[in-house]
Structures are given as structure tokens and as C-alpha cells.
Nanobody, 128 residues
Framework: QLQASGGGLVQAGDSLRLSCAAS????????MGWFRQAPGKERDFVAG????????YYADSVKGRFTISRDNAKNTVALQMNSLKPEDTAVYYC???????????????????????WGRGTLVTVSS
């Protein structure tokens, strides 16, 4: 089970940190991702991290502004969002799929079809 939190209303240029808590004893075997869905749009990949944390991948739209990290001891994954823009407004979801021992090219996927487990979203609103 995944539980995302940390959303809210901020102004353009502000920062926000999302957190996702996972239940279960095998969290470290999962690749984790953050996706977002704006009103009337598809759910899109934002950032992903491999089981070990060694491999990360970002959508071009957030590269250099967002940072994904994980703490396997605490069963959490975080998304630090800096320099937020109005176009970042969306419901953000954390997701997971089993992918133990893989880093590098196969460390984390961007296709939402890969992800088996989804948390309830948290709303991020960025005002201009």
C-alpha cells in the first residue's frame, strides 16, 4: 500500500516536498515512480528511482528542478520540487513495481503500464 502526502497550494517559484510511505517488508525490491495528472490530461511520468536508489530518471519538463530520493530503511520515497511553475499543477501519484537488483537502463521505467501499485494522489496547485 502506498500513501502520498505533501501536496498543497504554492506560488510560482516556491518549493514543495512530496512523500510516499509504503507498507510491506520488501519495499527495497521495488522501483518507484512519481506520476502526475492535470485536469483533462493523461497521467504522465515525472520521475523514477531504482530499487537501490542508484538510478534515477526524470521527465524533461522537470529535469533540473525536481529530485527523487528514497530511504529503504524507512520505506519512503520523496519528490523534492523546486522552482515550481503553474504547469506543474496536477494530482501527483506515487507508484511501484517489483524490480529487484536492477539498476542502469533497466533500473526504472517510465511507462505507467509497468507499475502494479498506485497510491492515492496528492494535489499540487501552483499559482502564478
Amino acid at each position: 500500500q502506498l500513501q502520498a502526502s505533501g501536496g498543497g497550494l504554492v506560488q510560482a517559484g516556491d518549493s514543495l516536498r512530496l512523500s510516499c510511505a509504503a507498507s510491506g517488508r520488501t519495499f527495497g525490491a521495488y522501483a518507484m515512480g512519481w506520476f502526475r495528472q492535470a485536469p483533462g490530461k493523461e497521467r504522465d511520468f515525472v520521475a523514477g528511482i531504482s530499487w537501490s536508489g542508484l538510478t534515477t530518471y526524470y521527465a524533461d519538463s522537470v529535469k533540473g528542478r525536481f529530485t527523487i530520493s528514497r530511504d529503504n530503511a524507512k520505506n519512503t520515497v520523496a519528490l523534492q520540487m523546486n522552482s515550481l511553475k503553474p504547469e506543474d499543477t496536477a494530482v501527483y501519484y506515487c507508484a511501484a513495481y517489483l524490480n529487484p537488483g536492477r539498476d542502469g537502463y533497466y533500473g526504472v521505467g517510465t511507462n505507467k503500464a509497468l507499475y502494479d501499485y498506485w497510491g492515492r494522489g496528492t494535489l499540487v496547485t501552483v499559482s502564478s
